[in-house]
Each structure stands twice: as C-alpha cells, then as structure tokens.
C-alpha cells in the first residue's frame, strides 16, 4: 500500500520569498507523484508530476519538485512567491500510471504582502 | 475541449434520504474515478472505472455507496439512506486510461453534499 504525508498543513510566506512544501511518500514499487492544487472554489488542477524520466520536475506558474529516492520525498518549490499562489496544494502517489491517486491531507499556502 | 462536469453542483439533503450525483468525463477518457474529500482532509478514493473491466469499488466506505457507469460515459455515485458523516463534496476525476504513458486525472469541479 502507498500513503503519502504533507508536513505541514498551513505554510505563509511574504510575497517574492522561497515556497517550500513538504511531500514524503512510501511505496512498495517505485511510485508516481504528482502536485495538484486547489484554488478556493474550484476543481484540482495538475501543477506537475513525476514519471521516472528525470527526477527534476518543472511544472506550471514556475513550481518545480525534485524526487528523492533515498529521502521517499518530493517536495515543491517556487523561487519566488505570488499572492495569486494561495491555494491549497495536494501531493499524490500512485503505483501504475492509470491507478487510484493516494492525496495526502494538503497543505493550506498564504502569500502575505 | 470541455473538462469533467458534475452535477448538481451543491446538494442539501435530509438524513435518510437517497442521493444521485452525476458525472460526464472528457469524450474519449476511458477511466473514470470518484474520490471524496471531507472538509479540511484530503481526497479519498472510492471508485475507479477502466473500459470494460470490473470497477475497483475498493473504497467505497459502506454497502450504501454504489456507482455505475455507462459505457465509456456519464458516471452516477449514489447515496442511500445518507448520514451526516457523508457531507463532503464529492470529486469526479477522468483519464485517457490504458497502459501508455501517465495517465493524468482530470478533475471536475465538485458536488458539495450536505446532510442535515
């Protein structure tokens, strides 16, 4: 069985500083790890994944995550933050390509000014 | 393109009453999945539809959960005798299905179920 755990269920950062949101995974066989994100009111959309082709992965609106193995982390990035990033952003595993996703609990992310 | 579609988009029901949630994924997908998410969680998994095959109703969370889904189309998850435990809102997800590269999930915007 895989899981996933989001350390941390609410991240504020100042606008323009370092977005870091924590993904640890477990997974029996190697995994596929995805970053969706939830803006308030609307649906989940993909904001990156990871397929085993390179274990740094950019994704849209300047986010990127990086696979680590030995750590079973992936977590997500974004130099620089915008206040049109808050939103609540939801790291997944699954084990084929085309199988259940397994969501963390997400991770709540401010953009103070 | 249009995206997934779910209807209603918020319900509010009694408790012990039956409910219909509807489903149209994107024209071609072939997997069609449910998840739920309650407030302040993450998504759980309920049902997974693949073509033909056998759906994967591994978690549905009691027998008064059931979907169905026609053909490679509209997917309907029903509710009976609902229980406040089962507001959330309920997410549809398609994907172009098969074997062949990953296989993203579209999400559709969600039906907010509330049980009085």
């Known amino acids: 069985a895989q899981s996933v755990t989001q350390l941390g269920s609410h991240v504020s950062v100042s606008e323009g500083a370092l977005v870091l949101l924590r993904c640890n995974y477990s997974?029996?066989?190697?995994?596929?790890l995805f970053w969706y994100v939830q803006y308030p009111n609307q649906g989940l959309q993909l904001l990156l994944k990871y397929t085993s082709a390179a274990t740094l992965v950019k994704g849209i609106n300047g986010f990127e995550a990086e696979f680590k193995k030995s750590e079973t982390s992936f977590h997500l990035t974004k130099p620089s933050a915008h206040m049109s990033d808050a939103a609540e952003y939801f790291c997944a595993v699954s084990v084929t390509s085309g199988s259940r996703l397994t969501f963390g609990e997400g991770t709540q992310l401010t953009v103070n000014p | 393109g249009a995206g997934v579609s779910q209807s209603p988009s918020n319900k509010v029901t009694e408790k012990g009453k039956d409910v219909e949630l509807r489903c149209d994924p994107i024209?071609?997908?072939?997997?069609l999945y449910w998840y739920r998410q309650r407030l302040g969680q993450g998504l759980e998994f309920l049902i997974y539809?693949?073509?033909?095959?056998?759906?994967?109703k591994s978690g549905l969370p009691s027998d008064r959960f059931s979907a169905e889904r026609t053909g490679e189309s509209v997917s309907t998850l029903t509710i009976q005798r609902t229980q406040q435990e089962d507001s959330a809102v309920y997410l549809c997800?398609?994907?172009?299905?098969?074997?062949?590269?990953?296989?993203?999930?579209?999400f559709g915007p969600g039906t907010r179920l509330t049980v009085l």
């Open positions: 024209s071609g997908h072939t997997a």
């Open positions: 997974s029996s066989v190697p995994p596929y």
């Open positions: 997800a398609s994907s172009r299905g098969g074997l062949a590269g990953v296989n993203e999930q579209f």
């Open positions: 539809f693949q073509g033909n095959s056998a759906p994967d």
